[in-house]
């Protein structure tokens, strides 16, 4: 029988949140283990780990994977294909030769490590949350809707730089470091620098940036120490529109940096989120994503669901579905077509969302654009007939 469930990451793969929690993906967020009673590999060697492991070698579903079960069920490419397929592996019932083949079997430390260190950032993008930022954080505590007042997560405590330091074993391959926005924390930048060259060698340094803080020297010479380096930018709409959504970015700082990285030719990928804040923009997007022939990653947004692209009158989807079959020429990255095609195919259904979250999306967003003195009908006027 076919292997549906099957995901690489918790054989290879270590997260530790902004809370300092172990997952073994961005997509779970379980409590249990933390970096202050926990190490990375020790909570990669856990029996909770190895039970996981066993399970989805069987092809069981994991009721934590939820967000990849529900972006296959709206055929869309998910997190666990991703990876799956940079691994080479496809659906089959041969999953631990493969495994083996691949020396990955008998894994005693993570071959990829992704750290949350921070949460201090410059943006405070509409679809983001105050784990992930300190402006968004900050905004929530002045509106009086912030879940937790009173805990700093810009702070660096030792354990969480401690952290970036227990991962550099022989066995990494990938570190990759988030913050908030990771090129404007200095502790980042401090642990970085002083690791020796001999350590990072053989490891790809990933970094996730919003774009908008230009390199310094200190973080060039940190990407020549790696043995490559990989940088996701983060841009959800094309000018003022990025603008409007993360806020409150210049888009000249983007190109400013990008200019820099493909000068420097250090590879990047423009990552993008989609909701209904920026569906009906996107062919404007796209088109400058194709036109400069840029890697991308289009990813489709689970959470809130008030902000799900479902979540638009009628009309407009159906204004979206004509907009986006234009898109037939190949991008750099082939399942950006995937995801368009499988989109079209989305907007033709009933959405039933619509009528349960609409009222909830203008409630957000009229408190935003009000505490943001800003206006959503700048980048979507086809909206205000609907508020």
Known sequence: MENKTFCIQPFVNVTTRIQGNHNVCCNISKKEKNISNTTATEFFNSEEIKNMQKSLLRGEKIKDCHTCYFME?????????????????????????????LK?????????????ISNLCNLKCLTCNERDSSKFHTENKL???AEEFNIDYAKIIENKTKAILDVITP?????????GETMLIPEIKEVL?????EKTKNITLKIQTNGTIFPDDIW???FKKFKNTKVNISVDAYGNDNHYIRYPSR??????TLDFFKEKNIKFIINTVLSNLNLLVLPKLLDWI??????NYLYILKDPIYYRYTNLPKELLEKSMIDLQRFKEPFVNRDTNITIENLISNLKKEHKEYDQQWQNFKKEITMRDNARKNSIFKILPELKEYF
């Open 73 to 101: 069920s709206n055929n869309q490419v998910s997190h666990r294909e991703h990876y799956n397929k940079y691994y080479n592996l496809r659906n089959n019932k041969k999953y631990e030769e493969d495994l083996k083949k």
């Open 171 to 179: 066995d990494l391959r990938f570190l990759d470091i988030r913050g």
């Open 193 to 197: 620098s002083n690791l020796p060259k």
């Open 220 to 222: 060039v010479n940190i």
């Open 290 to 295: 194709y036109s400069n022939q840029y890697l």
């Open 251 to 256: 888009w000249e700082d983007i190109c400013k």
């Open 104 to 116: 990955l079997n008998k894994l005693k430390n993570p071959l990829y490590a992704e750290i949350h």
């Open 143 to 145: 509106l009086g809707i």
